[in-house]
């Protein structure tokens, strides 16, 4: 599991990153920084406790990539493929995706907490026992997944699919749903309480 290092940035709460003794707000050269991480991930396949707490990953195929125990709160992922990709025990608190490709992935005891989604396909993926609760989400695809035991208690979601999916346990509770499709899923067998569900 990555390290909860301290920013040595006097008044700073932040972790620091990965081979750096600041979090990414503080480092000196942080672009540069970013870049030459997102070329090291780009060119190996499996990686385990990094943290990388808001860093900007744009444009990058990471497909069939594993990650696992890291941490990628706060992370902005934009134009990514991550197409068969493997997370287990990763964080992405707080971390925006937009129109990304995250077909087939498998996403195990992983947290969204906070998160902030729009444009991202999930299609075909096993989403289980994940914490998207308080997330953001708009057109978005979960369709022909397993999402069993995940939770997005109080989610704000427009425009989200959740076609032909395992919703077993599945915890919508106090979130709102707007023009969201569960056409061939299980959802008598997932949690509403106190969703409101909108056509």
Known sequence: MFSNR?????????????RADTCFSHLEAPTEFARQ????????GAFSSLSLGRFPFSGRDWSGKVFDGCSFMGSDWTGMKLDGARFHHCFFDF?????????????????????????????????????????EAREVVFSESDLYFSRF???????????DCNLKKTHFSASRLERVEFK???????EFDGAVRIP
């Open 6 to 18: 301290p920013c040595r940035h006097p008044d700073c709460r932040r972790h620091a990153v990965e």
């Open 37 to 44: 991480w997102a070329d090291e991930l780009s060119a190996e």
């Open 95 to 135: 971390s925006q995706w937009k129109d990304c490709s995250a077909k087939g992935v498998t996403l195990l005891f992983c947290s969204f907490s906070g998160g902030r989604l729009q444009e991202v396909n999930f299609a075909g993926s096993d989403l289980l026992h994940v914490n998207f609760n308080a997330l």
């Open 153 to 163: 208690i109080g989610s704000q979601q427009e425009s989200v699919k959740y076609v």
């Open 184 to 190: 061939y899923s299980n959802d008598e067998e997932a």
